[in-house]
């Protein structure tokens, strides 16, 4: 593993982690208050919010995807290799299970905090859902999230707003699913609680794991649809290439249409000339 690599996997690790410790920790510990940000929307703001932050704070090293599921739509939009997502892919895992080790370490007999989810905030399905409302819920929801990440990342995209948008859109889905499932739209936001929940949450993290992956294919697919071609970067390609064969000097867009433009008109000029000059003799 490169350097840069193993920084990127670090960071993937410690940001997941810290997603599933706050995000999560804001449910366990306030899913049931009665405060001003507490409840379901308490718990969407607290992982919105964390997400910006982590967005900004870590994305210049690793993109910050903390989540499997973004990690497939960029393979997918051939943002990464094979190689980087599986790497990514383990260190996401591992983080949310580092994280939720974490909270169930504090609501032991160490920490004393309650847990107002009863089971670790996992997600869980079968009393305001069905299983199959679960599957489409949840493969809906991320397909919002992934196509918003891979469109303000991408070429079109804000860079400097990128964050906020990101943070909001997971802001916006929790509050739809929170009451329906808990809302995961990421395996390893799911994987990690349910294993130390246990019991029913742990038989049904199969559907949290392969919801959101399904979700990140389909969002994948409709950003490939949306995104226009760079017809614009393929015809300045031909440009830079003149009839000997002899590429040109790189150059930046701007400075390369004008003379494009110029080299034409100059061509054209001198074939007007040429035909309009009286025949010799």
């Not at 303000?152 to 400097?160: A, E, F, L, Q």
């Not at 995104?227 to 300045?236: K, M, S």
Request: aromatic share 6%; glycine share 14%; proline share 6%.
């Amino acid at each position: 593993m490169s350097p840069s690599l193993a920084r990127k996997v670090v960071v993937e690790f410690l940001g997941t982690a810290l997603l599933v410790l706050i995000g999560v920790g804001a449910a366990v510990a306030g899913l049931k208050g009665d405060g001003l940000v507490s409840g379901p929307v308490g718990v969407a703001l607290a992982f919105g919010l964390v997400l910006l932050a982590l967005a900004y704070a870590l994305g210049p090293v690793s993109g910050c995807h903390v989540n499997p599921a973004v990690t497939l739509g960029v393979l997918l939009s051939r943002g990464m290799t094979a190689t980087e997502a599986v790497y990514y892919w383990i260190a996401q895992f591992a983080g949310g299970i580092a994280g939720a080790a974490v909270l169930a370490l504090l609501t032991s007999g160490f920490g004393g905090v309650t847990d107002t989810t009863g089971d670790l905030g996992a997600n869980n399905y079968g009393t305001t859902i069905s299983m199959g409302g679960a599957f489409v819920l949840e493969a809906l929801l991320t397909f919002v999230l992934v196509t918003v990440i891979l469109l303000v990342t991408g070429r079109s995209g804000t860079p400097g707003f990128a964050g906020l948008a990101i943070g909001l859109t997971l802001a916006a889905v929790h509050l739809i699913g929170i009451p329906l499932t808990g809302t995961s739209v990421n395996p390893a936001r799911s994987l990690g609680p349910a294993l130390f929940a246990g019991g029913t949450p742990l038989a049904h993290v199969w559907l949290f794991l392969l919801a959101p992956p399904v979700g990140a294919v389909l969002a994948a697919g409709a950003v490939r649809a949306l995104t226009p071609p760079l017809e614009t970067e393929e015809a300045l390609r031909e440009v830079s290439v003149d009839q000997t064969g002899v590429q040109l000097p790189d150059e930046g867009i701007a400075d390369r249409i004008p003379k494009a433009r110029h080299a034409a008109h100059d061509v054209a000029e001198a074939d007007a000339d040429r035909r309009a000059a009286p025949p010799a003799g």
